[in-house]
């Protein structure tokens, strides 16, 4: 069984690196490299009477676990990509365990955690409000040791009731971190089976990061990885991040970046621009509709791109094929596929050999038109990989 998992593994991989050959055809996906996990994170348990030692226990090996794939834990001089893990637990008071600069290796991890999370305390009490405010304080003292400003913060909340009002309603605290641009990841501890605790839960994650242990699935590590994943995938300042659904910021996520610029130039200058703009920048590419579509709806949401729209992207025209502009070197992928031409468009011409989007006269939707690189002027937009396991950025900050 388990070699035959190897071979499949082995399978996908040769798949994989076939796709360096001929560029792909769909948008980047975020790194999924658990290896190369860049975050600071806090465990928040809930170690109150009513979770009793053996949930505590099953906490531990679950927080643990998320950990266990080859993430490198603390801080490293020789390579950036690495995460930081703290531990605080609650019940009337809130305790920290360890601070982001504790653990330094997978061991200090098992140790800290298991040893941590042996035995509930004596409280019946079990205030959330209490854990999440430790672990804004650790985030915030984390930020002198080492100066990881850059990198994604997130809480993970294992809770086994939800309890808290007035002074004590955790919403507040959450909102307050969330905020300040930290994830909060919730695992319902849940022992009735209810439902009801994840749905109070609700209130404090981060959509749609709200597990339980009693998920369909049965896979809360898998579910947290993938949500670290996620976190640890985002976009320079500036840079708008390619997603399942406009309108949805918390949809998936992709490995992609956009942003439009509002001062015209040819297509040309706008590639040169991207290419200065952000390392490995280059001009849009559209491989479907949806990309097409949220591309359209960004520049609806930017003030300075007026009706008609008129906006560059990366298709030209290179010795005879239609092909997708990328960053210098790289192969440029040949139109497929999906094609949005304006209706009596391309026209075929030896100097037409740009493409901007241009907005029908008869509704607000745009289409691909072949102008000259070096006489239309219009807006553009520009795209990069964004920033994850597979791509570290050691600024977010746009020059
Ligand atoms: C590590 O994570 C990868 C990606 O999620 C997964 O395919 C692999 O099976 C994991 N390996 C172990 C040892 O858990
Ligand atoms: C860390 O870096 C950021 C951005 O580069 C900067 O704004 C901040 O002041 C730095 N913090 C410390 C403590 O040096
Ligand atoms: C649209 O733009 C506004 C203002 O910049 C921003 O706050 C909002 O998040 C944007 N909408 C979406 C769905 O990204």
Partial sequence: MKLFSLLVLIGVYGCFSQYTDSPAYYDRRCGEDLGNLWLEVVAVVDNSKGMTNGGLISIAANIASVFSNNTRIGTNPNEPRTTRLGLVTYN??????????QFQSLDDVYDGIFGGLAQVSSSD???????LAQA????EAGQTAVNRSHYERVVIVYASTYKGSGSLDPIPVADRLKTAGVTIITVAYDQDGDGALLHDLQKISTPPYNFANTDQAGNTIGEIQGALLQVNCFCPNGWTQYRASFTDVYSYRYGVCIQPTNLNAVWRAAQSACRFKWKNG???TEFDANKHDFILEAIRNETGFIQPFSYHIGLNYVKGVWVWDQPVGWPQPQLQTYYAWNPGYPITSSTLTGVLNQQRSSDVATGWQNISPLSTGANYICETASCDTENYCSSVKSD
């Fill in 125 to 131: 009490e079990s205030y959330l409000a209490h854990g």
């Fill in 92 to 101: 009337a008071v809130a305790n920290t365990v360890a601070d982001l600069d």
């Fill in 282 to 284: 280059y001009l849009a």
């Fill in 136 to 139: 804004e304080i650790i985030l």
